[in-house]
């Protein structure tokens, strides 16, 4: 059986899921389906979504050997460059969808097979290396501000643990949109760096200067509190992670007396990717990247990710 070489989770770990990572061989592709095709990978990028699978968070022990990744940009048959966009309908997930590395098999390979109708053009003067950034935590970040959180209406945002992957696209992208844009940190080089961005970086917690009309949280239990005392009247939460906890204390108190909106959401759809790819071509915005490894490095950029040392996407270049 011809085989190409993939990083994947072997097992599941709860406590060190980097123990359950393998880098070898798996077996080509397969299409479930007559509209799949196989393209070749030329670039992806980690997602904190990774370790989750590795721990055993949305995969089970009959999902494993399990190809691991959710973003690339590839080359497709024809040999057009093509963004892949990661969610799949899946009639058996109870959300009708998966994403990539959760029912079919990841990015982090040689080749992935997907929908044709999945493959969006790659725009002109975006590298694979920066693209490959944009069809998950980009797309969730672009989905937060702009179809949940209706930013087009907000003058201020805050964006909480400013140095993960999503939050670092949603200062990026709410600069870029000339909101002003705080965000939180507890690392003072991250501040420093997010401060670089255009935003006003704040240690977790701290009072900011004014009441946000959108608050971009991924953090979860840590930092809730603080996203809802920071919230305007109106406000929105948009809510599409939990690193630091699932389960906060919430002051029901404040939600219904400042008429907050907590609104969960996950991933964006064919057209936000086509927006977002468009927004980031046409206005110069390009996605913040921590480091690019080869893929020959993968276990290393997944230690980095692990670490909670990045500032930006850890993207792998597959042609290195
Ligand atoms: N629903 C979706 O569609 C979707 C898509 C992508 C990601 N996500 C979720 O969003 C979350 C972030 O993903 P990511 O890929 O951006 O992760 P990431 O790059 O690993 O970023 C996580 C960030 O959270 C902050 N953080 C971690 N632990 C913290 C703590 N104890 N207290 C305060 N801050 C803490 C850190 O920021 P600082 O170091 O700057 O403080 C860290 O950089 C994950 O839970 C992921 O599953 C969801």
Same mark, same amino acid.
């Given at each position: +059986?011809?085989?190409?070489?993939?990083?994947?989770?072997?097992?599941?770990?709860?406590?060190?899921?980097?123990?359950?990572?393998?880098?070898?061989?798996?077996?080509?592709?397969?299409?479930?389906?007559?509209?799949?095709?196989?393209?070749?990978?030329?670039?992806?990028?980690?997602?904190?979504?990774?370790?989750?699978?590795?721990?055993?968070?949305?995969?089970?022990?009959?999902?494993?050997?399990?190809?691991?990744?959710?973003?690339?940009?590839?080359?497709?048959?024809?040999?057009?460059?093509?963004?892949?966009?990661?969610?799949?309908?899946?009639?058996?997930?109870?959300?009708?969808?998966?994403?990539?590395?959760?029912?079919?098999?990841?990015?982090?390979?040689?080749?992935?097979?997907?929908?044709?109708?999945?493959?969006?053009?790659?725009?002109?003067?975006?590298?694979?290396?920066?693209?490959?950034?944009?069809?998950?935590?980009?797309?969730?970040?672009?989905?937060?501000?702009?179809?949940?959180?209706?930013?087009?209406?907000?003058?201020?945002?805050?964006?909480?643990?400013?140095?993960?992957?999503? #939050?670092?696209?949603?200062?990026?992208?709410?600069?870029?949109?000339?909101?002003?844009?705080?965000?939180?940190?507890?690392?003072?080089?991250?501040?420093?760096?997010?401060?670089?961005?255009?935003?006003?970086?704040?240690?977790?917690?701290?009072?900011?200067?004014?009441?946000?009309?959108?608050?971009?949280?991924?953090?979860?239990?840590?930092?809730?509190?603080?996203?809802?005392?920071?919230?305007?009247? +109106?406000?929105?939460?948009?809510?599409?992670?939990?690193?630091?906890?699932?389960?906060?204390?919430?002051?029901?108190?404040?939600?219904? #007396? +400042?008429?907050?909106?907590?609104?969960?959401?996950? +991933?964006?759809?064919?057209?936000?990717?086509?927006?977002?790819?468009?927004?980031?071509?046409?206005?110069?915005?390009?996605?913040?990247?921590?480091?690019?490894?080869?893929?020959?490095?993968?276990?290393?950029?997944?230690?980095?990710?692990?670490?909670?040392?990045?500032?930006?996407?850890?993207?792998?270049?597959?042609?290195?």
């Amino acid at each position: +059986m011809p085989t190409m070489r993939a990083a994947f989770a072997s097992r599941l770990d709860k406590s060190d899921p980097l123990a359950a990572l393998t880098v070898g061989e798996r077996p080509e592709p397969t299409h479930p389906e007559d509209d799949w095709v196989t393209v070749q990978v030329r670039a992806s990028s980690l997602n904190h979504h990774d370790l989750w699978s590795l721990r055993g968070v949305g995969l089970t022990e009959a999902q494993l050997p399990m190809i691991l990744g959710c973003d690339a940009v590839a080359v497709d048959p024809e040999g057009n460059e093509v963004v892949v966009y990661p969610v799949v309908v899946t009639p058996g997930d109870p959300r009708g969808v998966s994403i990539l590395s959760e029912h079919f098999a990841g990015t982090l390979a040689e080749r992935v097979a997907v929908p044709r109708s999945n493959l969006v053009p790659l725009p002109d003067g975006l590298a694979a290396t920066d693209a490959a950034c944009l069809p998950t935590a980009w797309l969730t970040a672009w989905r937060m501000l702009t179809t949940k959180g209706r930013v087009e209406d907000a003058d201020s945002v805050l964006v909480q643990g400013a140095g993960g992957g999503v #939050a670092t696209a949603a200062v990026a992208l709410a600069v870029a949109m000339g909101k002003r844009v705080y965000a939180t940190s507890r690392d003072a080089a991250k501040r420093e760096r997010i401060a670089a961005l255009g935003a006003t970086a704040v240690e977790p917690g701290a009072r900011l200067p004014e009441r946000v009309d959108v608050v971009i949280e991924t953090v979860g239990a840590a930092t809730f509190d603080h996203s809802l005392k920071s919230a305007a009247p +109106m406000a929105r939460i948009v809510v599409s992670g939990a690193t630091a906890g699932h389960e906060p204390t919430v002051n029901l108190r404040r939600v219904f #007396a +400042m008429q907050l909106e907590i609104l969960g959401t996950s +991933m964006g759809t064919p057209g936000e990717l086509y927006e977002l790819l468009a927004f980031c071509a046409d206005n110069a915005v390009r996605p913040v990247v921590d480091s690019v490894v080869p893929f020959s490095q993968v276990e290393k950029a997944f230690a980095r990710l692990h670490s909670g040392d990045t500032f930006g996407k850890i993207v792998v270049d597959h042609t290195a």
